[in-house]
């Protein structure tokens, strides 16, 4: 008698944890039903993004000079770990580098920023462009006029204190 008294206390036991569990998750679903919508209906609707986004490398132009700041040091072809940078330069007879060729292979590109952190100059941002698809591989690898389309307008970089407070003086 035990026994059967028993089983049926489990049996009623684990239907009671049953409907407990079934409340539980309508309670759950009903919470979410008054959140704000998390979706977001692209391409009509675009997400901003954060301060720190890693998307395309580029290389912005300088407002004053309408050059961007590539010396072809080569360092980032370097520091890159899958090999993607191509930079080709020669010098002058000014012993000045000159950057004859500079391309970055997009659809292989992780997107690290390794190429970023050690350019001497800053000349590489990571953008905020992520639209790359592409159906086409060559349309991937990106030029240096292309780099600097991404990259868009370097505002003009400032004097050092030391200079501007002597400019201000002899005025």
């Given amino acids: 008698m035990q026994k059967q008294l028993r089983k049926i206390m489990a049996y009623v036991a684990e239907g009671w944890y049953t409907v407990y569990s079934i409340i539980k998750g309508h309670i759950v679903t009903i919470k979410n039903l008054f959140r704000n919508k998390v979706t977001v209906m692209y ?49 002058d007879e000014n012993k000045k580098r000159i950057v004859d060729k500079f391309e970055i292979d997009i659809g292989i590109c992780t997107f690290c920023g390794f190429c970023e952190e050690t350019c001497p100059v800053n000349a590489i941002v990571m953008s905020k462009e992520y639209e790359l698809a592409s159906f086409d591989k060559k349309c991937l690898v990106l030029t240096r006029e292309r780099l600097n389309e991404l990259g868009g307008k370097r505002p003009a970089r400032q004097k050092p204190a030391a200079q501007s407070a002597a400019g201000k003086e002899t005025e």
């Fill in 43 to 91: 391409p009509e609707e675009r997400l901003v993004l954060p301060d720190g986004y890693r998307g395309a490398p580029s290389l912005p132009v300088d407002e004053e000079t309408g050059k961007d700041l590539c010396i072809g040091c080569g360092a980032c072809a370097r520091i890159c770990p899958t090999q993607i940078i191509t930079v080709e330069a020669h010098i």
